[in-house]
DNA sequence: GCGCGGCTACTCGGATATAAACTGTCCGAGTAGCACTGG
DNA sequence: CCAGTGCTACTCGGACAGTTTATATCCGAGTAGCCGCGC
């Protein structure tokens, strides 16, 4: 087994997303626990949890305690895009960071004024960068469920008489 | 200190890619050996080595052994793009991968017609991806060389004469 | 002088430790509902 | 019957381990140059 999964993003941004879809589903019942969203995917629910915690920091969601406490959406999936969520929980940094390398040898003698302009690589990776997270801000949540109702309609009451029925 | 730095690119991306530059910049001086490369950006020069390997396999580097080897470009700069030195270091995988998690709960019982069609969360992030890869892949590392001499002049011959100049 | 053989120094390449990050689990503080009690 | 109060069950939130990945280092196989020797 040689499978090579490298620059990986944390798998809590696909759980985080259909999460909030299915709170948008669910909205009107009130919140939602961690336990049964982690049973409607099969996923453990403490870490669920976990990962659910950054986007309530990041105001994507809201909690509360109690007897019949979980979580809502703290706005419409209009207004939440996937670089909110991914923001959320990989952190706003940027996955390419540029050390500097060049500055530690050759380039040690060279007068100040040589680096003023950025590292040209390091120019290059952020404006690739740049349009993915356009790309990724440009999608709001709301886009992304109308797909999937889109490709399977009814599904909103589907998930509600899902989690209407009593689990074993 | 809670600095934030996930979902971070291997340095050695970055480490590569400067040492293109380079061996194009020393080309007519025959192989550059791992040691020199290091020195030229104070980079730890074992796993700097490590870090080359799969340039090699990659078919961007070649590697000659003995008294004067070291690495030398496999092919001009004009043909190696950002996204070749990506995917030769961090491998060919995607950063983003569903896990499908929509089929192990509550759509578990959905006929298997539901999903022919995509995750709409996956292809909203791999057509993102696709920008991102698409931009790197536009780049060529002449290109990128390009901006660095005509943001510091005369940069080749600078860096000749560094690594001319006998190191003490 | 010239060719050849052995030697040496240096190279890459992969196997081996160490540190960091991600993944997963557990328990406690706190709260909302609910039942009970007293008026 | 109704309001107040204490209790209980359930929630999130953060603190605590296990496992994979990235980082760093070291040593061996192999090669190219070079020196010395013999012809």
């Not at 976990?50 to 990041?58: D, E, G, I, S, T």
């Not at 406490?69 to 703290?74: D, N, S, Y």
Request: with cysteine.
């Amino acid at each position: 087994m040689d499978t090579i999964e490298i620059m990986k993003i944390s798998e809590g941004v696909e759980w985080a997303a259909h999460c909030c879809l299915l709170l948008d589903w669910m909205g009107e019942d009130g919140p939602v626990s961690t336990a049964r969203l982690a049973a409607g995917y099969g996923l453990p629910a403490a870490y669920l949890n976990k990962q659910l915690q950054p986007l309530v920091k990041a105001g994507i969601l809201t909690s509360t305690a109690g007897k019949k406490g979980g979580f809502r959406l703290a706005r419409p999936l209009g207004e939440v895009t996937l670089m909110d969520v991914l923001a959320a929980i990989e952190g706003p940094a940027e996955a390419f960071q540029c050390a500097e390398i060049r500055q530690n040898g050759v380039w040690a003698d060279l007068p100040a004024s040589a680096f003023r302009a950025p590292c040209a690589i390091d120019a290059a990776m952020r404006g690739a960068e740049l349009e993915w997270r356009r790309a990724l801000a440009a999608r709001t949540l709301a886009s992304i469920q109308s797909d999937a109702e889109l490709q399977a309609p009814g599904l909103r009451t589907q998930v509600r008489e899902w989690y209407a029925r009593p689990r074993q």
